[in-house]
């Protein structure tokens, strides 16, 4: 995980997946915040903190990751708002937070700890709030980047819709994303497969910003999808973007 975290942190600021990132999930967070920039938002399993920068404009922002590592680049970049904690273990109130947000985080727990994560995050909600949660999607896309993040599931629409529902939220908004990556993925990820998933150390090579031409033609094919799902969906993509409601009437859940 150390690994990933420094690959991240050189990568998250030009490379295009991260680009294209920020662009699908800008939208619903606007407009889980409906105009409001006095909101409380928590980035649950938050790496270096990278993506309070996205949660900052809507009101205070908070993150926590487990690891360490991250957290200690995220403090030398001059984040704050940042602790150390588990995603199974929320170190806040019930009812405390108006957004709270998952990227790349569930899919790396055992499914145990994946149900507890989510149970947190709608226990720390406040009735009527908002979750935003990214994952890794289509079995057939496992490949190197896999062993890197540690993925320990990949999801479809149903699997990730059952996991949210199943502790109480409703879905708003459930799409693939990455589409237009989707078939020079399938080739790669499966000569990946098929010669032997590479070990951790040396497998971060979809992570390292690409040469400049073909990072911005990727940046350009990915803003245009962002466009799209502005109005659509996707019905394939590498990552599942889900936005999911508590119930105003909703309770927090026993323990």
């Known amino acids: 995980m150390e690994h990933l975290l420094h690959a991240t942190a050189r990568a998250e600021a030009t490379h295009f997946w991260f680009r294209g990132f920020r662009r699908f999930v800008s939208p619903l967070l606007a407009h889980a915040a409906s105009g409001r920039t006095n909101l409380r938002l928590l980035d649950c399993g938050c790496g270096t903190g990278n993506n309070l920068a996205l949660l900052a404009p809507y009101g205070r922002a908070f993150g926590f990751d487990l690891t360490e590592i991250g957290l200690h680049i995220g403090r030398e970049e001059g984040r704050s708002g940042l602790l150390r904690a588990s995603v199974n273990a929320v170190p806040f109130p019930s009812n405390a937070f108006d957004i709270v947000t998952s990227f790349d985080v569930l899919y790396s727990l055992s499914h145990a700890d ?12 406040r009735p009527g709030g908002w979750a935003l949660v ?13 062993v890197l993040s540690r993925e320990q599931r990949r999801y ?7 996991l949210l529902t199943g502790v109480g939220f409703t879905i708003e908004r459930l799409t693939y ?17 098929w010669r032997g998933l590479s070990a951790e150390q040396h497998a971060d090579t979809e992570i390292r910003v690409p040469p400049a031409p073909v990072n911005a033609v990727l940046s350009a094919a990915l803003w245009m999808e962002s466009l799209w799902l502005r109005a659509g969906s996707n019905p394939v993509g590498s990552s599942l973007l889900c936005l999911a409601r508590k119930p105003a009437s909703a309770g927090t859940p026993s323990a």
Do not use: C, I, K
């Open 156 to 162: 479809t629409r149903r699997s990730l819709g059952a």
């Open 177 to 193: 994303t990455n589409a237009v990556l989707v078939p020079p993925m399938m080739v790669s990820r499966a000569f990946q497969r």
């Open 134 to 146: 990214n994952v890794a999607a289509m079995e057939s896309l496992r490949g190197d980047h896999s």
């Open 114 to 125: 994946e149900a507890r994560a989510a149970a947190e995050m709608y226990r720390v909600l």
